[in-house]
């Protein structure tokens, strides 16, 4: 009897849980970061998602709590770097952020990789995407 109520109370939890509002927003392009085809395939394929306003929001974006965690990581992704929003302040910040968070592996995130494995970078893509990076801040 108890266990039963205590099942009963978690499923209406969860049920009233996906009634939290989840803003999933795709603003539209305001300029396109400027990048070879084979470094633009490589940032659509691994970095979009959460850095672009193309993001391709999966089935976990629509179940909360993960819906919560997405959009979460989704707006702060483009609040660091949006490559939809392209210019001068975004490409500084990629020209220094880029080669450091792809060199230490830490873009993309360890779990975002494991959810989306064909995101995974080899070496060669992440010294392709460094070198590029670099190059933005050299003026090149």
């Known amino acids: 009897m108890k266990f039963s109520r205590i099942a009963l109370g978690l499923g209406a939890l969860v049920v009233a849980i996906q009634l939290v509002p989840v803003a999933r927003t795709n603003p539209p392009v305001r300029s396109m970061v400027p990048a070879p085809p084979e470094v633009a395939g490589i940032l659509r394929r691994a970095c979009f998602d959460c850095?672009?306003?193309?993001?391709?929001?999966?089935?976990?974006?629509?179940?909360?709590p993960l819906s919560w965690l997405v959009a979460h990581d989704v707006k702060e992704g483009r609040e660091e770097l949006n490559f939809s929003e392209w210019g001068p302040k975004a490409e500084q910040k990629a020209a220094k952020e880029v080669p450091k968070e792809v060199g230490k592996g830490d873009m993309p995130p360890f779990l975002y990789v494991v959810a989306h494995p064909g995101t995974?970078?080899?070496s060669d893509e992440k010294a392709l995407l460094a070198n590029w990076a670099q190059g933005l801040g050299s003026g090149r």
Do not use: G, I
């Not at 391709?56 to 909360?64: E, H, I, N, R, S």
């Open 51 to 64: 850095h672009s306003n193309e993001t391709v929001w999966p089935v976990q974006a629509y179940v909360a």
């Open 120 to 122: 995974k970078l080899t």
